[in-house]
């Protein structure tokens, strides 16, 4: 296994009134900081099983994301003895270039967005790597079944780990992730229909204004595509959505709520300052719900009692340190 079985822990957010309690599972807590490690490991493993058992080449992992994508295909690469060359955009933070390559893999950096960097690594990078002979795995960052089959295990932790300690199942009103090309969405998607639970509890979908993109494409009656990328959440930065994940959620009626980035920054900061634990706006966007309930009342369509349970995926991140956050907070203030 080349993820973490992370905590599931209670934790108060409002000393007063009625609210429900809030289970927040620490995804932050990953081999390479982000839930990305779940689904991404699981890919490079299946890959490597399937890639090798018939052939004698050696294998190579290449994946395109200057972002958290990029650092757990790099980490998980290292884990299971294998090279990895990432290319980065040009808008990704040089820090997070910094960890991918202390990770172990070669970062190229290429591309003024995400797409041009996917392109230049499919078509010219992995093209030579074929030519020298190596065997070549993609990982992309979000769209494929096996990352979505991955990241489903964090259900079954979920379920686990309430029974454990004592929490009915009946008393789970809800399950709050940030959604961005929809990987993880559509894995506590599958995680749900295995256990023939997806009609029975909600998933709160949350969003930055600016990278929007499936309350737009739910708006519209069919996915969309951003022309550009606008928030602060730069982990929340897909142009589109994941057919299977906008399907998905207008099968089952997935909660939409999309935030402004002030908010979500101010979240990110107060969340530090009761827990000194930095998370990225992409993870604020799900806690902010922790500490405006009655936002999560809404989007839910009830309200909610001091019995009620809630569980938020704070699917962590590395992009963002707290001199990020700070400056963040300063231009808003």
Not at 44 to 56: F, H, R, S, T
Not at 119 to 130: F, G, N, S, T
Not at 173 to 197: P, Q
């Amino acid at each position: 296994m080349n993820y973490s079985v992370t905590p599931l822990l209670e934790r108060r957010f409002n000393t007063e009134g009625d609210g429900p309690k809030f289970f927040i599972k620490y995804e932050m807590l990953q081999p390479s900081g982000s839930f990305k490690s779940r689904g991404i490991s699981h890919l490079i493993a299946q890959k490597k099983k399937d890639l090798m058992k018939n052939g004698e080449k050696k294998l190579a992992v290449f994946s395109s994301s200057g972002g958290n994508a990029g650092l757990a295909a790099a980490t998980a690469a290292k884990s299971m003895k294998l090279d990895c060359t990432v290319v980065v955009p040009k808008t990704a933070k040089p820090r997070m270039v910094e960890k991918i390559k202390s990770a172990g893999a070669d970062a190229i950096v290429y591309g003024e967005h995400w797409g041009l960097a996917d392109q230049y690594l499919r078509e010219e990078v992995m093209a030579k790597a074929r030519e020298s002979g190596l065997e070549t795995l993609y990982v992309h960052p979000f769209d494929d079944e096996i990352i979505w089959e991955g990241h489903s295990t964090i259900v079954e932790e979920i379920l686990q780990q309430l029974e454990q300690q004592q929490v009915p199942l009946y008393k789970l009103k809800g399950i709050i992730c940030s959604v961005g090309g929809g990987g993880l969405y559509s894995g506590v998607i599958k995680g749900l229909e295995k256990y023939n639970l997806v009609k029975e509890i909600p998933i709160v979908a949350v969003e930055t204004e600016g990278s929007d993109v499936l309350s737009k494409s739910l708006a519209n009656g069919s996915p969309i595509v951003l022309e550009k990328i606008s928030s602060i959440a730069s982990s929340l930065g897909s142009s589109y959505i994941s057919s299977f994940a906008f399907d998905s959620a207008q099968k089952y009626g997935s909660k939409s709520v999309v935030l402004q980035d002030s908010d979500v920054t101010k979240t990110c900061m107060r969340f530090s300052e009761d827990s000194s634990i930095v998370v990225e706006p992409a993870c604020g966007a799900s806690l902010h719900l922790c500490y405006h309930p009655a936002r999560l009342e809404s989007a839910l369509g009830h309200k909610l009692g001091k019995d009620d349970v809630v569980v938020v995926i704070a699917c962590g991140g590395s992009c963002t340190s707290f001199d990020d956050l700070s400056m963040l907070y300063s231009s808003i203030s």
